[in-house]
């Protein structure tokens, strides 16, 4: 007989941990205890059987646990005479925050099945699925601390509760028609109508309303996919002009006929999160064109909840599933809030009464080359723990950007990256950000001791630092995207960085973003960067890429020249305009430079004809990309000079291929080839150095399946569990300070993934 303590840490609360533990100490006649604790769960366990009973744990895994860490402590003999599930003990410690879960096929079965007794039940659930996050007030995760407190079990759901041999064995979520939530449905007023809820959702669906739906971390605007007339309408009630919009099916079946899918990409789209994945959309299919135009991708997902399920038993044709918020402000949780501030968007509301303490977006993920690109990290991967094998004496706060906000804490044995909070700047949004740090602190009782910042003075994070009194750290933008990648993978080493990005804080108060950085833990070298160009009008230019398209011109040609010139670009301005922009171009008057690499995407947007004025960041590029044709590989010419990546002979290469028939696909085409090239060059010189890469730009499907297939052979990183863009500034910032702590045993130290 052998006594042992088992400390495992990792995902390994709220997807059924406890009974498979249960199961499988049944299984090779264990004696002992398992628990939920601060520190994660603990086993203790005696037994002849150990070695095969540890083995088991390994191996034998419920679908969604992950385990960090396992440690193993040989142990006095207690004698015990069975084997139990403890109740958890309070605290927080190093357990990963379990993350909510579309519906599983077990309990699709069951509501399907007219004898049992959650028969088309919206809110069934069980140890496979259901919400998490988004329902915690502070964990562990125990109903008690979670918004179903306010429903008591009935006598069967508890039966199955305190069942280890059931699969709702402590589903913290459980309930049924007798005790759980209802559904109501309000009018925009937020009056409930009496009647079916489901019934009048679906009636005010198929007559071509807008109806706002209860999700797991927000509510969705939802109408028909195939009606002009209902997507113009949200559009136009949204004041959304072009920005895609974002289609739920009601299965993959359904989802065949409308887009081109690869393997990756369908299990990825039908697995356990059902995130918003972006595909290739066919031709000709009944699509309104208003979905997503002038490109070529679609985001789709399937129905994650049972209610979007009994939605979709009466509905054939898709929805038009949009997060229910104003522009980019954060998600909205409430249905009085939907009727107070989108009142005058939707007809209808399905809510109920289960509510959402954590707001959550959907997460959206692109695949290239069968790796996943996240864009958005929402719903079912936040927020994303990263462990840490020894714990800090202190905690550090980290507080991201701006644009597509998230948050990053240091404490104790984790490194945890929120979900996206959105773009901050609007009273909304900078609410959301405040909760999020309140969150975080309550979740793991801690006041951090530090600050992290950017360095751009404005931005409302900054502002957050640097007023709160308290040691801050200001962490340069490109290197933080450099940062977050080497966070992901645990690297800590010497690496070539490419940060390819929107516009950043440079250190010399440039708008840096087409950044060549020789980085590690506690610095970077920028060997290279774009040829700083003008952004005529400031903000402005962000809006308008023919503005920054007209200073690649002034740069390349006289004034003189560029008045006769046949350009797409200069064709979208009188010549009075020109004349206008060229002295605010020669006299530097609100012209700020930049060495973006998104501006350079917008500019070559316009130079080739795609578009001219922008309605919302990274149009260009995505107009571009539908393009792209994969066998034009020529790249345009450039020149390096002293670090700078000089542009006009490439520019002028433009200008006259402008003029072709085919000009857009071998501009398009020849432009991706050309980053790859300015890569290449880098990557040349540098050959021992693993490459990192970061940055908005990077969420060009064409330009990362490009990469991918240049350098994925070799030590070649790019993020693929953190976003890509700036929604893991924080992340990186956070991972900086880590390593430049004064002193360096708080420091813990790093295990990558
Ligand atoms: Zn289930
Ligand atoms: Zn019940
Ligand atoms: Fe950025």
Redesign the pocket.
């Known amino acids: 007989m052998i006594s042992y303590k088992i400390t495992l840490k990792g995902l390994v609360q709220g997807v059924g941990f406890r009974p498979f533990v249960y199961r499988e100490a049944k299984v090779h006649a264990m004696m002992g205890f398992v628990i939920n604790t601060a520190d994660g769960v603990v086993i203790e366990a005696e037994g002849c059987e150990c070695e095969a009973f540890i083995k088991a744990l390994r191996e034998n895994l419920p679908k969604h646990a992950r385990i960090d860490s396992m440690e193993i402590v040989e142990r006095e003999f207690c004698g015990y005479s069975d084997f139990e599930i403890r109740e958890s003990t309070l605290g927080v410690g190093s357990v990963a925050i379990p993350l909510d879960t579309a519906l599983c096929p077990a309990c699709q079965a069951e509501m399907d099945d007219s004898s049992n007794r959650r028969y088309r039940y919206p809110f069934i659930n069980c140890t496979d699925c259901g919400p998490r996050y988004t329902i915690i007030q502070i964990p562990p995760y125990d109903r008690v601390r979670t918004s179903m407190k306010h429903f008591t079990m009935c006598s069967k759901c508890e039966a199955e509760y305190t069942d280890p041999s059931s699969r709702r064995y402590h589903a913290e979520p459980i309930s049924c028609p007798d005790c759980g939530p209802k559904l109501r449905f309000l009018d925009n007023n937020g009056n409930e109508i009496a009647g079916d809820p489901i019934a009048l959702a679906v009636e005010m669906l198929k007559a071509g309303k807008i109806i706002a739906l209860k999700g797991l971390g927000g509510f969705h605007l939802m109408c028909d996919a195939t009606s002009d007339t209902s997507v113009s309408e949200l559009r136009r009630r949204k004041h959304r002009k072009t920005k895609p919009l974002a289609v739920m099916f009601s299965s993959l079946e359904q989802l065949e006929t409308y887009t081109e899918m690869n393997e990756d990409e369908r299990s990825i789209i039908n697995g356990p999160i059902k995130p918003i994945v972006i595909v290739r959309a066919k031709n000709g299919t009944n699509l309104s064109a208003h979905v997503a135009p002038a490109i070529d991708r679609l985001g789709v997902f399937l129905p994650y909840t049972p209610l979007h399920r009994l939605l979709f038993e009466a509905i054939d044709f898709p929805l038009i599933a949009t997060s229910a918020n104003i522009s980019d402000e954060p998600i909205i949780v409430r249905a009085d809030e939907i009727a107070h501030r989108l009142g005058n968007v939707v007809d209808g509301i399905l809510s109920h009464d289960r509510s959402i303490i954590n707001a959550l977006d959907d997460s959206v993920i692109q695949m290239a080359q069968g790796r996943v690109v996240m864009l958005r990290m929402g719903r079912g991967f936040a927020p994303h723990t990263l462990p840490l094998t020894n714990p800090l004496t202190k905690s550090i706060l980290a507080l991201g ?1 701006h ?1 597509k906000s998230a948050i990053a804490l240091g404490a104790k044995k984790n490194m945890v990256l929120s979900g996206h909070i959105g773009d901050l700047g609007s009273i909304e949004a900078d609410g959301y950000f405040e909760r999020t740090i309140k969150t975080f602190k309550r979740f793991y009782d801690c006041e951090p001791d530090s600050l992290i910042h950017d360095l751009h003075p404005t931005y409302t994070s900054t502002r957050y630092a640097v007023e709160n009194n308290k040691d801050h750290i200001g962490v340069q ?2 290197y933080a ?1 450099i940062l977050a990648c080497m966070g992901e993978y645990g690297l800590d080493e010497k690496v070539l960085g490419f ?1 390819f ?2 516009t ?1 804080y440079g250190e010399d108060g440039n708008l840096w ?1 087409g950044e060549v950085m020789i980085a590690d833990t506690h610095g970077f070298e920028r060997i290279g960067f774009l040829k700083p160009f003008a952004l005529l009008g400031g903000d402005k230019a962000i809006k308008e890429p023919r503005r920054i398209a007209l200073s690649l011109l002034f740069e390349r040609y006289s004034l003189d020249e560029v008045l006769v010139l046949k350009s797409p670009t200069t064709e979208a301005f009188l010549d009075h305009e020109i004349r206008q922009l060229h002295h605010m171009w020669l006299k530097k008057i609100n012209a700020p430079l930049s060495s973006s690499m998104g501006r350079l995407f917008d500019a070559v947007a316009s130079l080739g004809g795609f578009i001219q004025t922008l309605d919302y960041e990274g149009q260009g590029g995505m107009i571009m990309e539908s393009f792209v044709d994969d066998s034009i590989t020529e790249p345009f010419d450039f020149t390096v000079t002293d670090r700078e990546i000089v542009l006009s002979p490439m520019v002028e290469q433009i200008v006259v291929l402008s003029r072709q028939s085919d000009a857009k696909r071998l501009i398009a085409s020849r432009f991706i080839a050309t980053v790859e090239v300015m890569m290449q060059h880098f990557v040349d010189s540098h050959s021992e150095l693993p490459i990192i890469i970061g ?2 730009v990077f969420q060009n499907h064409a330009l990362m399946s490009r990469l991918y297939r240049r350098f994925g052979n070799g030590r070649f990183y790019a993020q693929q569990q953190t976003p890509i ?2 929604g893991s ?1 924080a992340l990186g910032q956070l991972y900086y300070t880590l390593h430049n702590l004064p002193h360096p045993e708080d420091a813990g130290s790093f295990r990558g993934l």
């Open positions: 950007a644009h933008h490109h995207h940060a990005d929107g950043g973003g940055g908005g863009n700036d500034i």
